[in-house]
């Protein structure tokens, strides 16, 4: 084992469960936080059949349910001294509009207001590492959104793109902001693209409405494997070619340049304000 712990959201499948994986071939020591207690198990195998010098353990909680964040957040404080890499990559896709256990849209509430507590509530930790990463899984997807100040949960007009578009954008703007927050504790913060990956994301997971359109994307050479996707997440986690980079975009292990939008530090910090009004931080 390389010493370093990494806490990974949405451990449990796609993306996060091949960065889990990832991680610990090189050694590392993964918290793999997943809302399912059966379906983290199952990860957890496939992560131990997978081999590495590192290890892996589960750690159960709903970025859907503030209540539960605040419950993870202490548990993880009761088990590690320090988190080297915190890796926010859950995240939720719905066609119709739903909603969080506290009422907020449910990709806003979960892509965003979600890690944005988890991450507040466990910045000690990241502070008490050696150089700590913050890497925010976002996507190109921001370009389509806008922060919807005026009715951010969508209660008056709801369509996936508006909501995934303006949970992405959060992200991004998210990162940036923490990232002069904690640019004297020497903690590096940076968003990524994973670019078009072939995960069930989207998919329900109660009635399986979805599986066609996920099996027709299989076949598209276009769409990268999990792990594929992962490779951007696990190079800002682990490469020391970032090391000191912080509040930058990165797209295929390069940094990239972001729509004005995704710049709007105004923006940022009121989305910052906002977001600490909503999750009970203020």
Not at 102 to 119: K, P
Not at 217 to 227: D, E, I, N, R, V
Not at 239 to 263: H, M, N, T
Request: net charge neutral; hydrophobic share 40%.
């Amino acid at each position: 084992m390389n010493g370093k712990t990494a806490l990974v959201t949405g451990a449990n499948a796609g993306m996060g469960l091949a960065t889990t994986i990832e991680l610990v071939r090189r050694g590392y020591r993964v918290l793999m936080l997943c809302r399912n207690e059966e379906r983290g198990e199952k990860a957890l195998r496939e992560v131990d059949a997978a081999g590495g010098n590192g290890s892996a353990e589960l750690v159960l909680g709903d970025l859907a349910e503030l209540s539960s964040i605040r419950n993870f957040a202490d548990n993880i404080h009761g088990r590690v001294s320090r988190i080297d890499v915190l890796i926010n990559n859950a995240g939720v896709v719905s066609p119709k509009r739903q909603e969080t256990k506290d009422g907020f849209e449910l990709a806003l509430g979960v892509n965003h207001l979600g890690h944005f507590l988890a991450t507040n509530l466990l910045l000690d930790l990241v502070q008490a590492a050696d150089r700590g990463r913050i890497v925010v899984v976002a996507s190109g997807a921001y370009k389509a959104g806008r922060i919807h100040f005026e009715d951010p949960h969508l209660r008056q007009s709801y369509n996936v793109i508006k909501s995934y578009g303006q949970s992405k954008l959060a992200n991004i703007l998210f990162a940036r902001e923490l990232a002069l927050r904690t640019y004297d504790s020497g903690i590096a913060v940076n968003a990524l693209h994973p670019g078009a990956v072939l995960t069930q994301l989207g998919i329900d997971r109660g009635t399986g409405f979805g599986q066609g359109v996920y099996r027709a994307l299989g076949k598209l050479p276009s769409f990268q494997t999990p792990a594929e996707g992962a490779s951007t997440a696990v190079y800002l986690a682990d490469s020391p070619e970032v090391e000191g980079i912080s509040r930058e975009y990165f797209y295929r292990s390069q940094p990239k340049s972001l729509d004005r939008k995704a710049e709007d530090d105004e923006a940022a910090a009121k989305l910052w304000a906002w977001s600490e009004t909503e999750v009970g931080l203020r």
